[in-house]
T-cell receptor, first 118, second 113 residues
Framework: GAVVSQHPSWVICKSGTSVKIECRSLDFQATTMFWYRQFPKQSLMLMATSNEGSKATYEQGVEKDKFLINHASLTLSTLTVTSAHPEDSSFYIC??????????????FGQGTRLTVV | QKEVEQDPGPLSVPEGAIVSLNCTYSNSAFQYFMWYRQYSRKGPELLMYTYSSGNKEDGRFTAQVDKSSKYISLFIRDSQPSDSATYLCAMRPNAGNNRKLIWGLGTSLAVNP
């Protein structure tokens, strides 16, 4: 099946620094990718929808200047957490939209990135 | 009221048991229903995908959608310890450009050998 590779799987950074997370679709072209955040024992919270070649669409309450999303190609989307603070520590997951039964659906998720800001 | 309700459990069953996982929802516009499995510290994995009402079977997994009751279920037969994970339901309307999924909280399942 299709594979979405997310890197790094975990990262520890100092408060005030920026961290970039990559999400790649390895064997298919993903016109749309999604970025989620998940706190312990909580469900997935959609942060933004990323379309190739255009600006990302952010969910209400998500700071677009803090969470920079770039989707420069059909196989790569990046999330940069700028000026990270301890409250940004979380599990970040990307997913890619593919066609199933003639409809777009989120079928494949990356492995997730555990971000810890100290 | 949340759009999607899912009992977080935890649910603990012996190996070989039949497991029933459920979600209820309030938005009658939902048409696509999905079940994902998530192991600890990993991304979700799509298990079952159903459009509108009905049943769908894949190996030991059966997904049911009852739109009249706004209720969906996932059944796992002959459960195995490797099925121990969190199971999340997700759904969305059949609107052309609206691909935003609405997620349940997830049910934690432990299958004991």
């Amino acid at each position: 099946g299709a594979v979405v590779s997310q890197h790094p799987s975990w990262v520890i950074c100092k408060s005030g620094t920026s961290v970039k997370i990559e999400c790649r679709s390895l064997d298919f072209q993903a016109t749309t990718m999604f970025w989620y955040r998940q706190f312990p024992k909580q469900s997935l919270m959609l942060m933004a929808t990323s379309n190739e070649g255009s600006k990302a669409t952010y969910e209400q309450g998500v700071e677009k200047d803090k969470f920079l999303i770039n989707h420069a190609s059909l196989t790569l989307s990046t999330l940069t957490v700028t000026s990270a603070h301890p409250e940004d520590s979380s599990f970040y997951i990307c997913s890619a939209s593919v066609f199933i039964a003639g409809k777009n659906t989120e079928a494949f998720f990356g492995q997730g990135t555990r971000l810890t800001v100290v | 009221q949340k759009e999607v309700e899912q009992d977080p459990g935890p649910l603990s069953v012996p190996e070989g048991a039949i497991v029933s996982l459920n979600c209820t929802y309030s938005n009658s516009a939902f048409q696509y229903f999905m079940w994902y499995r998530q192991y600890s510290r990993k991304g979700p994995e799509l298990l079952m995908y159903t459009y509108s009402s009905g049943n769908k079977e894949d190996g030991r997994f059966t997904a049911q959608v009852d739109k009249s009751s706004k209720y969906i279920s996932l059944f796992i037969r002959d459960s195995q310890p490797s099925d121990s994970a969190t199971y999340l339901c997700a759904m969305r309307p059949n609107a052309g450009n609206n691909r935003k999924l609405i997620w349940g909280l997830g049910t934690s399942l432990a299958v004991n050998p």
